[in-house]
């Protein structure tokens, strides 16, 4: 087992009607104006943003509003949100919606109090000292954005997809999470999360870190758990307990508890980035593409932990054929998926004939030579897991 | 599955020569002068007093100390520590140690900004509004004192061991936990902490509440990898994975990891808190004699969940035969028990003839007329679980 840090000080106020507690949340931090940032009309039509206001209203707290963020979001709404919350002195950050929304809101607390442009952070040129207090009203679990202190954004300009750390000052400070806010969340949605989260997990599960047994025992078991409940939200989206389970597992994926002590691996985050920057598919389905793809190089490579996974979390039998372990285990996965409604090939996906070469440069230019640690991926690699991904 | 609030703002930081780390660590809370809390010789001879020492005068950090902290602490050393305190200005408390150096720092730090008796916590007739910031150096893994807002102290006069939960403002800011500082525990001492964070999870897990899959996973996969540790610590103490695995397990034992969502029980540390008031017993080694005794009751009055825990972590095959099922899990956590060196009966705990009456008598003048709720017991119910663990 590796040293590591445990630090998840979010304050996650979890069940029905957490809602209502947000302006409470908020007064802790003496907020003086907060920026309230959300996505499209869902928001809206449910009445939820609504009842965020009128949260806000009953403490006292000022806020304005910065609507219309979009899947996969893009610099310019960053560059709108900082104007406005310099004009208007805001001093929170407010995000009511999913990952989009929450790493919109990241990238503007770190924006406004910076000097330079805040895509020097996305671009590694310039480090996040300070930022914004960011509070969350989650809407969709998937991303772990919540508990993390991640972001991505894409700019426009070149397509760069590009992923930001700094959990000292974006992670953020509470996360509101009323399961019944994902019951109208369509299915292809509820799936895409749903893969989303699973892949955060195995990014850290798949790791060569001998001797981490209670790792890899938190990362099955909400694997299963997750499985398990996918099932259970295709039959019947309104089941309290089921959107409950599913989205603390979103939560628990991302936040650190599974992996601790792992050298943890992100290729597939990485080579899906590229898919998705250039096709504007939506993150979680072109992980189902992806990881299957990776995880069936990875059973001819380095075949240990793909078995164990096969074994412990879609109960392939054990063999000493570690190989045939993972590949029936991969097999099962991508049925999984199917099943769920998730595309699990690029000709699923929608893109026919991808673009494999480009895929591959702009992955190792925005990466470097090696991706990934299971086992680091040179350009021929990557190209065989792309490759891989049509079949 | 019920609302709940999960947050665990505990910086753990985890891993070889961690120590070295915590006067860095105590600089962030610009303290002015910490006291250093510890018990009995271990920390000295081992030479870790003196690392942290070191570790305080490379930061100039300022300290005093105050050792001979013993197991199952009582007030007279929370009343010394407290008048120590406040005459050399202490603003930090520093636990290096296990759960009752710990528990000890805690009470000290609620004392010492306290007008009156730090007692009338603990016997719920004040409530802690302010308390001196507690950080950890953790040498025993078992209590999860580390991650928690919990203390347990017992007060000489009248044999009272109580507990007080004041997580805003008791729970350490951070805790160093080398695993390493483990090596040297005696069998029996790893053995009565694995008891003990074994029953911190299953006091969670054994629930009535419905829907609560991620909560179950987490708890069987942190259960199933502290007893496959277990045997491995008995065949060599000094592997460096195994002590660390089971250090992690004891932290998210106890640090709201487990049974988010859930109500639970906790019967079992009430029955054995009367146990070890009265007879001195180490903790864990009690709560290996009154868990399987209040298993067993619950396997003819409520066997769900002790079949379910028997099934998933103990392999015992399902049957319709709940109460069979559970029945075989306890006489396998029992063997398990024994294997690791622990009592299961009072006459190993080396108490021949338990004052039984008196036992129910104190219970239930602590804690009402029912306790738990799993199922709620009476004192008759109470006298048959303390009648089981004879057997």
Sequence with gaps: MNNFVFYSPTEFVFGKNTESRTGELIRKYDAYKVMIVYGGGSVVRSGLLQRVEAALQAEGVEYIELGGIQPNPTDPKVYEGIDLARRERVDFMLAVGGGSVIDTAKAIAAGVVYDGDFWDFYAGKAKVQKALKVGVVLTIPAAGSEGSGN?????VDGLQKLSLRAPEVLRPVFAVMNPELTYTLPPYQTACGIADMMVHIMERYFTNTQGVEISDRLCEGTLTAIIKEAYKVKQNPEDYDTRANIMWC????HNGTCGVGCEEDWASHFLE????ALYGVTHGAGLAVIVPAWMTFMATHNPKKIAQFAHRVFAVPESDDLEEMALTGVSRLKHFFRY???PVTFGELGIEHPDIDLLVKKLHEHKGELVGN????NK??????FELACK
């Design 374 to 377: 299971y086992v680091k991926l």
């Design 151 to 155: 972001t991505v954004i894409t700019k």
């Design 250 to 253: 979103g939560t628990i994926a």
């Design 380 to 385: 021929e690699y990557s190209k065989e897991i």
């Design 340 to 342: 769920i409604g998730l």
């Design 273 to 276: 980035h590229e898919v998705s």
